[in-house]
Nanobody, 117 residues
Framework: QLQLVESGGGLVQPGGSLTLSCAASGFTLDDYGIGWFRQAPGKEREAVSCISSSGGSTNYADSVKGRFTISRDNAKNTVYLQMNSLKPEDTAVYYC??????????WGKGTLVTVSS
């Protein structure tokens, strides 16, 4: 079964940190660019960060720049999102997306991040 599974979400206080993981099963991520997206209650899904298949290129939304870091370990078939200095407005369900150069893409089911005191 081809799937992406996010993990690492949870409840954290403002200013805290979390690391999200996106693991692939049934296929290898080597040839896929990976994006992290999030959707807060009542809002549209938005792009947070992305990383190229080689890991040599990354991009971040302005709202998370300097606080979040995306990385990948192709040997572990996993992509990470390190989130520091979390704010209440970072509260959302976080999804990862794997996009192949040929246009095939996969979505995970998401992991909930709640930033609250």
């Amino acid at each position: 079964q081809l799937q992406l599974v996010e993990s690492g979400g949870g409840l954290v206080q403002p200013g805290g940190s979390l690391t999200l993981s996106c693991a692939a099963s049934g296929f290898t991520l080597d040839d896929y660019g990976i994006g992290w997206f999030r959707q807060a209650p009542g809002k549209e899904r938005e792009a947070v960060s992305c990383i190229s298949s080689s890991g040599g290129s990354t991009n971040y939304a302005d709202s998370v720049k300097g606080r979040f870091t995306i990385s990948r370990d192709n040997a572990k078939n996993t992509v990470y999102l390190q989130m520091n200095s979390l704010k209440p407005e970072d509260t959302a369900v976080y999804y990862c997306n794997a996009l192949h150069i040929g246009g095939i893409d996969y979505w995970g089911k998401g992991t909930l991040v709640t930033v609250s005191s």
